[in-house]
């Protein structure tokens, strides 16, 4: 990448992931990066601000805690891309090793994902409306005190609570209103990376609250061609606009026409959605 950058990598040294993040920190500095170091940041941010000015930084995961997302979305650092070293092994059929010291093949294999990192697309930040952002008729079910809204034309659900709304060859998805009111308040959003293909029902990152952890399966398959940055300081756009604000990722579709025949539209999921109200709040 041309432009300046500074790296946050895990400094999770009780870990082989960790380690292996740490040394995939160090392989970008390499390459010109500016290296935070996680806990200074954390402490006294301040005194990395003339090293963040003007400059996107590359954020290195070691495990699924995620560690350097979360402290670079408390600080609102200007993400360019992420890096989940658990994630990228198993891409590559590699593993992060079972020991804290790296022999050659892990500081080989922290090179190769330190260039993978360096070469992959940037994120989209924000919303880009491209067509997403016409108005949206809603169907609603009562249970209770509850209300949950369902979108009643343009969308298209699964049965884990997720939808794809599709305009052309592209589809945004998301979590349902029913979900996320499941959920209760997001506390955090782990989005997926540019470029990665996702198969329908396979997982379009997650989403985390303070009840749990839960996996977006996505409804289409295809590759992910943006993602929406805002969720990462503020993944309570979920809770608040889960159908338009709230999207989480964009894909190229791969073959639609074939996914769509295992998908509900707004009035048949509408009626599932009826049906799992009254069986959880009954």
Same mark, same amino acid.
């Given at each position: 990448m041309a432009e300046a950058f500074a790296v946050l990598p895990c400094n999770g040294l009780d870990k082989p992931a960790g380690a292996l993040a740490r040394e995939v920190g160090l392989a970008l500095r390499?390459?010109?990066?500016?290296?935070?170091?996680?806990?200074?940041?954390?402490?006294?941010?301040?005194?990395?601000?003339?090293?963040?000015?003007g400059q996107t930084v590359l954020v290195v995961d070691g495990c699924g805690t995620r560690c350097a997302s979360r402290?670079?979305?408390?600080?609102?650092?200007?993400?360019?891309?992420?890096?989940?070293?658990?994630?990228?092994?198993?891409?590559?059929?590699?593993?992060?090793?079972?020991?804290?010291?790296? %022999?050659?093949g892990r500081l080989a294999l922290a090179r190769r994902l330190a260039a993978a990192l360096l070469a992959?697309?940037?994120?989209?930040?924000?919303?880009?409306?491209?067509?997403?952002?016409?108005?949206?008729?809603?169907?609603?079910?009562?249970? %209770?005190?509850f209300i949950f809204r369902v979108p009643t034309q343009g969308y298209f659900f699964n049965e884990n609570?997720?939808?794809?709304?599709?305009?052309?060859?592209?589809?945004?998805?998301?979590?349902?209103?029913?979900?996320?009111?499941?959920?209760?308040?997001?506390?955090?959003?782990? @989005?997926?990376? @540019?470029?990665?293909q996702v198969e329908q029902f396979g997982e379009a990152g997650s989403v985390e609250s303070v009840k749990a952890v839960a996996d977006i399966i996505s409804p289409v398959s295809g590759q992910v061609v943006a993602v929406n940055e805002a969720l990462a300081e503020?993944?309570?756009?979920?809770?608040?606009?889960?159908?338009?604000?709230?999207?989480?990722?964009?894909?190229?579709?791969?073959?639609?026409?074939?996914?769509?025949?295992? @998908?509900? %539209?707004?009035p048949a999921y509408l009626a599932l959605v009826k049906k799992q109200a009254a069986q959880y709040h009954p």
């Open positions: 390499e390459q010109g990066g500016a290296l935070i170091c996680p806990v200074l940041y954390a402490h006294q941010p301040a005194r990395y601000a003339r090293v963040l000015a402290l670079a979305a408390a600080g609102k650092l200007r993400v360019a891309r992420k890096l989940l070293v658990t994630q990228a092994c198993k891409e590559l059929g590699e593993s992060p090793g079972e020991a804290l010291e790296l %022999d050659a992959a697309p940037p994120a989209v930040r924000g919303p880009q409306e491209a067509g997403f952002g016409g108005p949206v008729t809603y169907g609603q079910v009562r249970h %209770d005190k609570n997720c939808w794809a709304r599709v305009v052309g060859n592209r589809a945004r998805v998301g979590i349902s209103d029913y979900m996320q009111q499941q959920l209760t308040d997001l506390t955090y959003c782990d @989005l997926p990376a @540019l470029g990665a503020a993944p309570e756009l979920i809770n608040e606009d889960p159908y338009q604000r709230g999207w989480v990722a964009e894909l190229e579709l791969a073959d639609f026409q074939s996914d769509r025949e295992l @998908l509900l %539209d707004g």
